[in-house]
């Protein structure tokens, strides 16, 4: 009676380890040989989709078994339509995820229309970076300071109204007195500064400056564009001269309403998955995302491709899309005003 026991409780044990050994295993079985779609809420060329290209390139390594990563665009409304689909029907197998507008997923707190989710609910990977976003006018323009800006009329192109392009533009009109003009309908931000360079408008706000030091640094280095504010909650070490927009603030609640539109900035290059991802391949591709981020490969090709690379792991940017949706009703509501 005693062996059977023992014999017993040895094959429980071992069907014990089998079991711990599957969901072990769980995560690698289900990449393997898969391939995974990473979607970006804009057009190409733009600073959006050159880091997601270069994410692809490099974070199948770092996933449990080894998946393919295919970058796929779905401009539209500013990243809102990918958001959108994130959230209501993209599948919610880890098989998908994307990058938005670092504003996007607040657009529901910011009385923005169209949005049909709650930031909270995604699976946040990480950001690859936290962004200082500018405005900038061409050199033609006349508009050559940040006082300039309050006195005199800066066209400025802008993709929609839940992209920061449109976003950041009203909120410097509505709390600072600027007097841009914005020009809005470009399917992304490459294409405005397309159409900065052919004269349609004349300069662009939040622009980060990433995507500057990566596509456009010659034209900031030769003087052929000008910046005029730093759109962050710190100043970017490259420009310590030009103001940062949380100093403009007339009085402490202004300072609050700034604080909260522009903690976005920490997210610099968000990626998200859909809600109701397992657990445990959001824990795989949360770590796999940082792997990447920290492996000299991918550290290599960034740096020949200029990008600025200070990644925020996917626990932290959770947490403060949370902190955000806690900002007090009041609070928001006036931050919702002012982009409106």
Not at 85 to 94: E, H, I, K, Q, Y
Request: aromatic share 8%; charged share 20%.
């Amino acid at each position: 009676m005693i062996g059977l026991t023992v014999r017993a409780v040895g094959a429980l044990m071992l069907g014990l380890a089998s079991v711990v050994a599957g969901r072990a295993d769980t995560v690698a079985d289900f990449y393997r040989g898969r391939t995974i779609e990473l979607y970006v809420g804009y057009s190409t060329g733009g600073g959006y989709d050159i880091y997601a290209r270069m994410l692809a390139r490099h974070m199948g390594r770092f996933i449990p078994g080894n998946p393919t990563l295919v970058v796929k665009n779905m401009e539209g409304a500013g990243s809102l339509r990918l958001a959108n689909w994130l959230a209501n029907a993209g599948p919610r197998d880890g098989s998908a995820f994307g990058t938005i507008g670092r504003g996007t997923s607040f657009d529901p707190i910011l009385g923005q229309p169209g949005a049909q989710f709650m930031g909270p609910d995604f699976n946040w990977l990480g950001s690859m970076n936290h962004e200082v976003s500018v405005c900038a006018s061409w050199h033609t323009s006349g508009v050559a300071t940040f006082q300039d800006m309050q006195r005199k009329e800066l066209v400025v192109g802008a993709v929609s109204a839940n992209d920061d392009t449109m976003q950041f533009a009203k909120v410097l009109n509505s709390l600072l007195g600027t007097k841009l003009k914005i020009v809005s309908g470009y399917p992304g931000g490459n294409d405005v500064v397309l159409a900065m360079e052919r004269g349609e408008v004349n300069g662009r706000c939040g622009w980060s400056w990433s995507s500057v030091l990566t596509a456009h640094m010659a034209w900031w280095k030769e003087n052929k564009i000008v910046i005029l504010v730093q759109l962050a909650l710190a100043k970017h070490p490259d420009l310590p001269e030009v103001p940062l927009v949380t100093d403009l603030a007339k009085n402490d609640a202004q300072r609050q309403m700034l604080r909260m539109i522009f903690a976005r900035q920490v997210m610099g290059r968000p990626f998200l998955a859909p809600p109701g991802v397992p657990a445990e391949r959001v824990a795989a591709l949360r770590k796999a995302f940082m792997d990447t981020t920290a492996d000299k490969d991918f550290l290599a090709d960034a740096e020949k491709a200029k990008l600025e690379i200070n990644p925020v792991d996917g626990e932290k940017v959770q947490a403060l899309v949370k902190e955000i949706y806690a900002t007090p009703p009041e609070v928001a509501k006036q931050a919702a005003a002012a982009l409106k």
